[in-house]
């Protein structure tokens, strides 16, 4: 995998200012710090060269799409401000363009957020983190994958999850895989929690596996 983490690929139209205080983070913040202490969402010299990896968002507007995502290269903090979230104005992922408003500039993978808000207006939130353990089982757990040809953050990825989405069964597990970012898994939800869960249910069965085959 020699792709650079963390690069944002798509034409970003941002304006420095604060989010403002009437917006609630409580709840995306809350679930951010959870996955950070599981190491889903984080940042670690021995991985991705260093550099941060994991994002999470949550729908703010659903008429014209806009949502609250976690600014890029904030995966080394534990606990994250209302300096370090990005609110997303409007995004068109065919065009490859974010509008976004905040003190710090939206993840990398902004882009990846937008295309699966878009394909249903109930989806509220997603998820977007580093898990070895689920990726490599990517065919073990019979989870939905994106190709491994296909970058991260591109309108290729944006087009791709748009076929998952009318091929892939999310009755089972509204969760995927990217098979061309190393570790790359999404989830979304009605809610925070349930993508969280989904993200946290798709971890112990790929443990359940590995630990099979390796001890029990
Ligand atoms: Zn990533």
Redesign the pocket.
Known sequence: MSET??VIKYQLHHSNAGLSSAIDLSELNAWRTVMFKLNLIGQNLQRYDGYG???ISQRLETKDLQFIISGTQTGDLAVLGRDNYCLVTKANPQENSIFSTGETKPS??ALTHASVYLQNPQIQAVI?V?CPEIWQNTHNLNLAHTAADIP?GTPEMANAVTQLFKTADWQQTAVFT?LG?E??VVAFGNSLSQAACVLITQLSLALAIEQAQLCL
């Open positions: 983490e963390g990896f994991g994002n990398s993978e977007h580093h991260y990217m970012h570790d790359g």
